[in-house]
């Protein structure tokens, strides 16, 4: 059609294996494009149509063709979960690092569209785990925003960097915070990101909860990161570090807004053996509203 779409463009999509053979049998073309630089692999990948894609790569068809911005089969496999095809075009030597326009790979679409089980796939067979697009956001940086959190552990339990920072020096947690994503954010306290770590603002991930109006989060922030490093030194001291980012004169949270944020009187924590302790939060939160007091002018 004026789209250049050719019927085994349709039989691939849709699967139709015995149809595709026989198109292919009377000559066509295996690589055939359409305008947008689609091939029959690019569809039958996307479509999770396994025999079809096999038909296909059995018959020569290029395992790594890249379509327009640059999507080659893998990554649109990887992206829409289907486990089966991905390892199919990864044993016919599918490119596991192939760059979109953007600079992502198979893995950041996994992680992006919360495909854990291709993810895990993906980094089985040898994905870099914190690759860069062209904003230097890794696939934990993507998933997390997105709210991902099985996708999340399973990039932490594989290693990837908790701390790593973007081209504006936020970190997943900065961008977590960013879109109030509560739990993964939580998360990220607990497997050790900073509340620290300022990005090319000057804004921790403490600070930016509260800027974005995400009040509750910013005070749980606060007390999950307390409760570990307290743990962590053996000590009950808590920090005033965290309020000062709370309080410093960028559009942040008053007095009133913390203390109606704080609830209820306990939040959860995991102990290091993953069983539930309880943390007192009431100290802490009183501790944050005294130290606040005394910063008024």
């Known amino acids: ?7 085994h463009h349709f039989s691939s999509q849709e699967g139709h294996v015995k149809v595709t053979v026989t198109l292919l049998d009377h000559g066509a073309p295996v690589n055939a494009r359409t305008h947008c630089q689609i091939t029959p692999l690019h569809l039958a990948a996307e479509n999770g149509h396994y025999e079809a894609a096999s038909v296909l790569l059995d018959r020569g068809a290029n ?17 829409e979960g289907h486990e089966k095809v991905t390892l199919l075009l990864l044993n016919r030597g599918a490119c596991i690092e192939a760059k979109l326009y953007n600079q ?75 879109f109030g ?27 930016l909860a509260s800027d974005k109006g995400h009040k509750k989060l910013a005070v749980l922030l606060a007390e999950r990161a307390s409760a570990r490093d307290a743990k962590r030194s053996g000590s009950t001291q808590r920090s005033p570090q965290t309020v000062d980012k709370l309080h410093d004169g960028n559009g942040s949270a008053d007095v009133k807004e913390i203390q109606k944020a704080a609830q209820p ?33």
């Open 104 to 178: 992502r790979t198979p893995l950041h679409l996994a992680a992006q569209n919360g495909q854990e089980t291709t993810a895990r796939l993906l980094m089985d067979r040898g994905a870099s785990i914190d690759a860069r697009d062209n904003q230097g956001r890794t696939p934990l940086h993507i998933t997390l925003f997105l709210g991902h959190k099985n996708v999340a552990l399973t990039l932490l339990d594989r290693g990837a960097q908790v701390d790593a920072r973007d081209d504006k020096q936020q970190t997943p947690l900065h961008l977590a915070v960013h």
């Open 63 to 79: 395992v790594n063709a890249s379509g327009e911005d640059k999507y080659t089969p893998l990554h649109l496999s990887s992206r």
């Open 1 to 7: 059609d004026k789209l250049g779409i050719l019927p």
């Open 265 to 297: 009187p306990t939040t959860q924590q995991w102990n290091q053996d993953g069983a539930f302790v309880q943390v007192d939060c009431d100290a802490t939160v009183k501790y944050l509203l005294d130290y606040m007091k005394k910063r008024k002018p």
């Open 181 to 207: 994503r509560q739990e993964v954010a939580l998360l990220l306290i607990d497997c050790g990101a900073s509340v620290e770590a300022l990005d090319y603002l000057k804004t921790t991930p403490v600070q």
